[in-house]
């Protein structure tokens, strides 16, 4: 739905103008183009990437540089400008060894060999060509050397996660025997208190009976020892 991405991607360069983000601007401008390509209106489409590799050029990213070149020069491979076509690809092909990136290196040279076909430059199209499968190669070899370490991480993110899982089980388990031994030693504690107040109540009470009996014996000691004397001194005083 062509109409309705423009329709978006002109809000969207308006908000970027709004917060004056040329990044933004540089993003919408590529995108206008690719949608006016999309609409068969390669002229239309020309205005918006030149825009969009002016502003890239003057924020330094050479990285969207190369991509605007790209872009710029397939379109102009539609219209038949050949010539113009090829700078632009030579251009986008330079900068991309420059800074390494093998997808657009292997963008530009399928370009520059459809270019060299359609010029019936069949031996450069070859060459091309094949700088092209060979990047081809190397960027499928690298996704699946990235697939298989991404892969990796995600094994031993799911072995990490058990690990965890069964540390955690373990700990919950531990957590749960300390709990009950925590209990039956409290109420062993409690048990031994008891019993030691109950033998301590226990010996008290012996204690206080026994002093009981030693009291009650003094008692009648004093008792069988007053009964003659009283005797004695009545009589004595009978006797007077």
Do not use: W
């Amino acid at each position: 739905e062509v109409d309705s991405a423009l329709s978006m991607f002109f809000t969207s360069l308006d908000y970027n103008y709004q917060i004056n983000s040329q990044v933004g601007q540089s993003i919408c401008f590529n995108s206008i183009g690719g949608a006016y390509i999309a609409k068969d209106r390669p002229h239309k489409a020309l205005e918006y990437l030149e825009k969009a590799l002016r502003l890239n050029k003057e924020l330094g990213d050479r990285m969207q540089v190369a991509i605007s070149h790209s872009k710029i020069g397939e379109t102009y491979l539609d219209l038949e400008e050949y010539e113009q076509a090829r700078l632009h690809l030579e251009k986008s092909k330079e900068m991309a060894r420059n800074i390494g990136s093998l997808f657009q290196i292997e963008e530009a040279s399928r370009l520059l060999s459809e270019l060299y076909e359609k010029t019936g430059d069949y031996s450069t199209s070859l060459n091309h060509f094949k700088t092209a499968a060979t990047y081809r190669d190397s960027i499928i070899n690298e996704k699946n050397i990235n697939h298989l370490a991404t892969q990796e991480a995600i094994l031993e993110s799911e072995r990490q996660r058990e690990r965890i899982e069964e540390l955690n089980r373990q700990t919950m388990k531990q957590e749960s025997l300390l709990d009950r031994q925590r209990f039956i030693l409290i109420t062993a504690l409690i048990l031994v208190i008891t019993i030691s107040f109950a033998i301590i109540m226990l010996v008290r009470q012996s204690q206080l009976r026994n002093r009981y009996k030693s009291i009650r014996h003094q008692q009648r000691l004093l008792r069988s020892q007053m009964n003659p004397h009283f005797i004695f001194n009545a009589l004595s005083a009978i006797q007077v």
